[in-house]
T-cell receptor, first 120, second 111 residues
Framework: NAGVTQTPKFRILKIGQSMTLQCAQD?????MYWYRQDPGMGLKLIYY???????DKGEVPNGYNVSRSTTEDFPLRLELAAPSQTSVYFC???????????????????FGPGTRLTVL | GDSVTQMEGPVTLSEEAFLTINCTYT??????LFWYVQYPGEGLQLLLK?????DKGSNKGFEATYRKETTSFHLEKGSVQVSDSAVYFC??????????FGPGTSLSVIP
């Protein structure tokens, strides 16, 4: 399994440009997440999805959009890049669920390697 | 709302020293607790977890015990190595939809 993959690894944008950060997972996880990590800071949740066709806002959704048309893919769209969006972006996935007699996996998240984005 | 507080870094230790990174949390119910590690240039990896009070999570020589009475989940290792240099994040998940991360503690281990 490749796990969680992200592309590109690095990108420089000019103010006002748009781009899509790609994220894919091959573990058949139902939950997927986008975080941003600013220097010396923790992670802030941008958007998440509990399954194909369902997305929800996290803590810092402004300036971003997501879609989840398949279980595997969860792209993050920046429409009008701003310097405040300079950050490292991490995609993560997890499996939550179970049936009678089984246990949830308590949201053990698997992370991609990250995309370092600079907006100038 | 839920939150996680960690000791501020950076922490610098000599090889074979004892490590403690403090973590306390605020939650309305009974969350699952996690420690994640981030090596330079990489994403976060789950290091260990505990899902109920008095559980001890352990992995790679690291341990943490879920203390409900003190709302704590301190990370410990008896003898650190240079390869343990990384940023460590304490985290909790209460409703299972989302994970709340602490700000991270940077650890540097010098030979």
């Amino acid at each position: 399994n490749a796990g969680v993959t992200q592309t590109p690894k690095f990108r420089i944008l000019k103010i006002g440009q748009s781009m899509t950060l790609q994220c894919a997972q091959d573990m058949n996880h139902n939950y997927m997440y986008w975080y941003r990590q600013d220097p010396g800071m923790g992670l802030k949740l941008i958007y998440y999805s509990v399954g194909a066709g369902i997305t929800d806002k996290g803590e810092v959704p402004n300036g971003y959009n997501v879609s989840r048309s398949t279980t595997e893919d969860f792209p993050l769209r920046l429409e009008l890049a701003a310097p405040s969006q300079t950050s490292v972006y991490f995609c993560a996935s997890s499996y939550l669920g179970g049936s009678v007699g089984t246990s949830f996996l308590h949201n053990e998240q698997f992370f991609g390697p990250g995309t370092r984005l600079t907006v100038l | 709302g839920d939150s996680v507080t960690q000791m501020e870094g950076p922490v610098t230790l000599s090889e074979e020293a004892f490590l403690t990174i403090n973590c306390t949390y605020t939650a309305t119910g009974y969350p699952s607790l996690f420690w994640y590690v981030q090596y330079p240039g990489e994403g976060l990896q789950l290091l260990l977890k505990a899902t109920k009070a008095d559980d001890k999570g352990s992995n790679k020589g690291f341990e943490a015990t879920y203390r409900k009475e003190t709302t704590s989940f301190h990370l410990e290792k008896g003898s650190v190595q240079v390869s343990d240099s990384a940023v460590y994040f304490c985290a909790l998940s209460e409703d299972d939809d989302k994970v709340i991360f602490g700000p991270g503690t940077s650890l540097s281990v010098i030979p």
